[in-house]
DNA sequence: AATGAATGAGGTTTCATTCAT
DNA sequence: AATGAATGAAACCTCATTCAT
């Protein structure tokens, strides 16, 4: 109560708080997709409901939350392979690189498979990695390695089919990767 | 009343009452999935909810009927696609088919989507789908449309992908059963 | 439809139709109590349940009806005990009979049980019981096999105690007969 | 406050409320019996039904905590009971403790009634009660109040016996107790 | 009179969200 | 700011009883 010490104020208690509702609910949402009730998170968390709403108001900003910041991290790397020198089989990379993350994420592969919708929710999320999957397509195309006439639109359509194949163990999802480029590279 | 033949009770009330259930969920499954209570497809059937209840003793036999109903038209239609004589574009032909179903019917979307997984239910129904698939595999490996290498696993994967890009209005459908024999066709 | 032959008038399909439903209910209850859904009973008699419903127009009714049968067979054959010329232990003889009766119908255990209370329906089903028991009580005091101050009300709680314990097969009712009379004879 | 020892939540609002539904489901319980509805019981409480099913996560579950914590009640009561000084009419006293308890007290008798038959449930109790029974038993026996031929089956039917007297009202229980007592005694 | 399909009130249980401490 | 107990609106399902044929 009195403590005369000057509270560091690298990480409130509230941040980390904050910060292991986040993680919780990245791992159960990973392992089981949404279907986790909320009182579950905050057990996960170590912390109590109360604060779990404080941080997020509903289920469904929590949902987003971790969406949001898994989404991010995607981009990011889909920004850094677009940066990246090699050219030709980029987006080859990128669809690679999203199949491994869904691949060990239920929750995302839900995420991302809603998120390449027509739906309002993630209009940015998909904007931003098709803007970037453009990009690859460009240079690809320039290649000649993908036929002129395919858009972004085609690969928004890949890639949430590639979040159904893996969300329902459909089949090899590498395999399906390749199918849908050979099908973007032919003509 | 004055038939000749004995009047056989074509249609009893039961079982109109079950065509009005069945009707009911299916154009509510149809329109939204299967989140749909049961006390309002009683409602839109225009039946108790005992009735429903007594046609279907659960939520679970409900969806399950108008799953096997549903799949079992597209399997006929399959079949009939798979029996006539056109052999080379068989494949395209009963994509495009199950496209038009799905595109109508959410709750098909659902169905499907999770049928062409590993699960345990529905397994008949993504076999007989596959069996018939791989009639028309066969036929167009033959006529050099679609490679050597493509098996019934791959179409399995095509299928999931085509629903979840349908439930989620992610693009064009057609167009993305084009990319898939594309790239089914390539090499 | 034409028939001529006059129908025979010995037992209507109405009175079969009843006693169909009063054995299929007699055999249920006395295998389960009374725990067991009209729609059982109808089934196992081979009527509809409107067809039960039209002979007892009410759950509680069936119920009674059964009971009244099963209690007038009880109190017959006590006022057969009572009438043979056997005097000192015809009460012994009267419980003992009860006790084979209610241990081979659960149902009858329950409706023994309740009936001996001062609840409002059988009353007269207990006063019938007393009083016969009263003769053989009577007889049994003349006897000085039981003591003077022995009365019907006492007989009344030794009979629904008997229920009790076979009901819920809690010991050898023989047994607790046999305590009971003692207790009654001391003195 | 000042109070010099640490302030110990000796009684929280999740107890107080517990207690809360404790009592009403007692009180409704030993009023009418178990058949009584949830929503009743947290109405009578105060509570919300979720908060009722947060304590007891079943109908169950509840009857079983109300049954246990009574039953528990009566065997402290039988144990002082044996442990008293007092060693002739124990097993009198035991029987007249345990009818008091069921005559204000519907519930307990329907539980107490069951508990004594050969069922699974409660067998515990049954043991425990009859554990004791038998300690006042020998002593009994030992003064030679109660015949020597006497086990604690006999005890159990008397107190089956006793709680349908009680429950169904069907005489004067202490008379019930002393005709059962004078046959254990007899001989 | 017989049938059994239909009814719907009523019961149990869950879980996202609120709120007093 | 944190806590977790409390809330109560649903959702599912059952079964005594009614009623059209």
């Not at 990480?11 to 949404?34: C, I, K, M, P, W």
């Not at 929590?62 to 987006?91: H, K, M, V, Y």
């Not at 972004?152 to 990767?177: E, H, P, Q, S």
């Amino acid at each position: 109560m009195s403590t005369p010490q000057p509270r560091r104020r690298t990480r409130t208690d509230a941040e980390r708080n904050r910060d292991r509702v986040l993680e919780a609910a990245r791992a159960l949402f990973a392992e089981s997709g949404h279907d986790v009730q909320m009182s579950e998170v905050a057990r996960v968390a170590g912390v109590g409901v109360g604060t779990l709403y404080r941080k997020f108001p509903t289920r469904e900003a929590l949902i987003e939350a971790i969406a949001e910041q898994r989404t991010a991290d995607i981009i990011a790397a889909a920004r850094r392979l677009a940066d990246a020198d090699d050219p030709a089989d980029g987006l080859a990379r990128l669809l690679h690189h999203v199949g491994e993350v869904l691949a060990d994420d239920r929750g995302m592969s839900e995420v991302i498979e809603k998120a390449m919708g027509s739906g309002e929710p993630r209009e940015e999320t998909r904007e931003a990695l098709l803007a970037i999957a453009g990009e690859l397509l460009d240079r690809a195309q320039a290649h000649g390695t993908v036929g002129r006439e395919v858009t972004t639109g085609d690969v928004n359509m890949v890639i949430c089919g590639l979040a159904a194949v893996i969300r329902n163990a459909a089949g090899d999802w590498r395999r399906y990767i390749e199918v849908a480029l050979d099908g973007l590279r032919s003509r």
